[in-house]
């Protein structure tokens, strides 16, 4: 039996009202922030609606907006999602309204349609000029083109935050030939865009990301009047103006693919939870399940075709750039994200002779000066912040695409510290050789609320994940069966 409660208390629905839950397993899909998607109701206008709900479609024919209201979906009397009721129409002659229950993914995506990262609060920032700040660093970066219009900085170093016994050099006098150019760290800017729509995030994965940090090409520095000519260093800045021009929902999926990564949510608070997908398969945990015989496919097989995107960079024609794509097998599914890294050279500081090794792109940046433009043009490209290091001398904050430790995956698809070997071969594998089997279980509504899509189950003697589950709920019957999309594995 299903109930819909919210802040006013629970809301009548017509008598027999059925509706069909498909549960769809989050780590299978490698293109949108997924799990349970959304549920329409008919809601009939009873007196206790109407109060409860405001006349929704009163307010809507005065061109008010129906914000979404915070609703608990209960089956059999037990709290199974919270989310919210998202109005969309009224049927006047029926006397009812159409709402759609949204939880998980639906509420999440409800509340980032449309909206992009730098249209977000990500808050100010002050402007530390140290390389460990809490939410960016400034790594050293060789870019000469930085600014088109600056002879004086084509004629030096062409280094982003460049960093001199022990600290970042800063201009004076009639030129600019230095830029301070913020790297968001990944895990805050997490923290901060789910923040920004009410939601937090978790997972052991975190802590493996915690040295990862954004490319920028939008310098940290302003015009003091219209009329300068140089800019100034402020003393804050906002985070928003140093990450990509992406939507939220696409920022979500492109990390969520560049790292082998399942996606799913907590059942009842505004909470995103980030699961290795490798783990999932080196789990040996399950739970035992029983029901009808199977209807079985066999494995589609056909191999994966893995893509990193690449920055709008001169040096993508001269350097190579095999390493953000890896075919697998024949190929058959791709999986493509926009996320990607840079290329790491060394770098020739023509004011000493000195050599760098440091990320690089030949690209115009961002700033108000120099007639550069303040649109930036950076996509999602991940490095490793190393901290302060010393290369062949010389000593400043370094950042790199490579495998820092060994343990975490090099930022590109091949090799054996890549992000093929290090995250995804386990998962692959499994996707490639499994089967699909339907079967019809016995399931009441404490399976599904401890229903979890890292969890093995035990069928037969078998080991599965499940893939999807469908179910039928009502006003008038308690929950008894369901109907499973299983995939065998291994393990």
Same mark, same amino acid.
């Given at each position: ?116 990262? =730098?249209?977000?609060?990500? &808050? $100010?920032?002050?402007?530390? @000029?140290? !390389?460990?700040?809490? +939410?960016?660093? #400034? ?29 970042? =050099?800063?201009?004076?006098? &009639? $030129?600019?030939?230095?830029? @301070?150019? !913020?790297?968001?760290? +990944?895990?805050? #800017? ?302």
């Amino acid at each position: 039996m299903i109930e819909l409660v919210t802040s006013a208390g629970g809301l009548d629905l017509a008598a027999g009202t059925t509706i069909t839950l498909e549960i769809q397993n989050p780590l299978f899909r490698f293109d949108a922030v997924p799990g349970t998607t959304s549920y329409s109701f008919a809601i009939p206008w009873s007196p206790r609606n109407l109060r409860a709900l405001n006349f929704p479609h009163v307010r809507a024919a005065q061109g008010e907006g129906v914000e979404p209201e915070a609703c608990g979906f209960y089956i059999d009397g037990i709290l199974w999602r919270q989310g919210s009721l998202l109005y969309k129409e009224c049927d006047e002659q029926k006397r009812t309204w159409q709402y759609t229950f949204a939880a998980d993914a639906a509420d999440l995506q409800a509340r980032i349609n449309g909206r992009t990262l =730098r249209q977000l609060d990500l &808050g $100010t920032v002050a402007l530390e @000029l140290r !390389p460990d700040a809490a +939410l960016y660093a #400034l790594p050293t970066m060789h870019n000469p083109q930085f600014y088109d219009k600056n002879d004086a900085f084509k004629a030096g170093a062409g280094l982003l935050n460049d960093y001199r016994n022990g600290s970042y =050099r800063l201009n004076a006098g &009639g $030129t600019w030939q230095f830029p @301070l150019v !913020p790297f968001p760290r +990944l895990v805050p #800017l997490l923290e901060r865009v789910l923040g920004a729509v009410g939601y937090r995030v978790s997972g052991e994965w975190l802590r493996d990301a915690a040295d990862l940090i954004c490319y920028s090409d939008r310098a940290a520095e302003v015009l003091a009047s219209p009329t300068d000519k140089l800019p100034v260093l402020p003393a804050t800045f906002a985070l928003s103006a140093h990450v990509p021009d992406q939507g939220v929902g696409e920022f979500l999926v492109n990390v969520q693919k560049y790292f082998g990564l399942g996606f799913d949510f907590h059942p009842v608070r505004p909470e995103l939870r980030i699961t290795r997908l490798r783990d999932v398969v080196a789990d040996d945990a399950y739970v035992e399940r029983r029901g009808g015989p199977g209807r079985l496919t066999v494995a589609e097989g056909g191999g994966f075709l893995l893509k990193l995107g690449l920055e709008s960079d001169d040096l993508n024609k001269t350097r190579d750039t095999s390493w953000a794509q890896l075919r697998v097998g024949n190929g058959k599914t791709t999986i493509d994200t926009q996320a990607g890294t840079l290329h790491v050279l060394e770098a020739l500081d023509k004011s000493d002779n000195s050599t760098r090794l440091v990320p690089a792109v030949l690209a115009k940046g961002a700033s108000p000066a120099f007639e550069a433009g303040e649109d930036s043009r950076a996509g999602l490209r991940l490095l490793y912040d190393l901290g302060v290091g010393t290369y062949q001398g010389s000593t400043y904050p370094m950042a790199t695409s490579a495998s820092p430790d060994g343990q975490l995956p090099a930022l590109r698809w091949p090799g054996p510290e890549g992000l093929y070997a290090k995250n995804y071969q386990p998962w692959l594998d499994f996707l490639d050789r499994a089967g699909r089997e339907e079967r019809t279980m016995e399931f009441r509504v404490a399976d599904l609320l401890s229903l979890d899509p890292k969890r093995k189950e035990l069928v037969a003697g078998r080991k599965y994940l499940w893939e999807k589950v469908s179910l039928s709920v009502s006003t008038s019957r308690r929950l008894e069966q369901a109907r499973f999309t299983y995939r065998p594995i291994r393990r």
